[in-house]
């Protein structure tokens, strides 16, 4: 399956500083998707890689994609109480579903 | 341009009863996907739409169908509810399979 799985489960950090979130995967992907759902809400699209590409940037989101290890990272900068969420990556081959794993929960504390 | 639109928001029933959740996609988007989540199964696909046709269906009882229509607005029903049917159930619409998914707020099902 295509299922991405998210590491860690859970971070918590300090406002201000960077965190980062790793998704591994088991296929070989035409892009790999991440996305931010705050509690009990839809799911924000954050970035969406494609597999000839190794890094991406959006403010301050920084996303990386390793196809030889199946894996990506997410990192993000200068974190903000704001971006306490559950972060989800979707990798995605040749299925037309997204499958997701069970994502890692992010605490910015104040 | 008007994000992924879905009603309603949130819903009770009781069991046995059958409810039919609404999904606007994105204008100019033909696919419309849904998935369920709940705490302990996490996210999972139920169905895809394209061109008013299902394209591809997961692991989920007949009991979930769904259509779309030609405005590409889609529609799931699930009949003969049961207490496990709690859920968020979430519409996302793209362009395409390999494009960008955009999901909605999501409706709230409560079964009592």
């Known amino acids: 399956s295509q299922q991405g799985e998210e590491d860690p489960q859970a971070l918590s950090i300090q406002e201000g500083e960077n965190a980062t979130m790793n998704c591994s995967y088991k296929?070989?992907?035409?892009?790999l998707q991440w996305y931010r759902q705050n509690s009990g809400r839809g799911l924000v699209h954050l970035i969406l890689?494609?597999?000839?590409?190794r890094e991406k940037h959006s403010g301050r989101l920084r996303v990386t994609l390793d196809t030889s290890k199946k894996s990506s990272s997410l990192l993000i900068t200068a974190s903000r109480a704001a971006d306490t969420a559950s972060y989800f990556c979707?990798?995605?081959?040749?299925?037309?579903?997204?499958?997701f794993g069970s994502g890692t929960q992010l605490t910015v504390l104040p | 341009k008007a994000g992924v639109t879905q009603t309603p928001r949130y819903l009770i029933k009781t069991r046995g009863q059958q409810v039919t959740l609404s999904c606007s996609p994105i204008?100019?988007?033909?696919?419309v996907s849904w998935y369920q989540q709940t705490p302990g199964q996490g996210l999972q696909f139920l169905f895809e739409?394209?061109?008013?046709?299902?394209?591809n269906k997961g692991n989920f009882p007949g009991r979930f169908s769904g259509r779309q229509f030609s405005n590409s607005r889609s529609e799931m029903n699930v009949s003969t509810l049961e207490l496990g049917d709690s859920a968020l159930y979430l519409c996302?619409?793209?362009?395409?399979?390999?494009?960008?998914?955009?999901f909605g707020p999501g409706t709230r099902l409560t079964v009592l």
């Open positions: 996302a619409s793209s362009l395409g399979p390999n494009n960008e998914q955009f």
């Open positions: 296929t070989s992907i035409n892009n």
């Open positions: 890689i494609r597999s000839n590409e």
């Open positions: 979707a990798p995605k081959g040749s299925a037309r579903q997204l499958t």
């Open positions: 204008s100019g988007h033909r696919s």
């Open positions: 739409y394209f061109s008013e046709t299902q394209r």
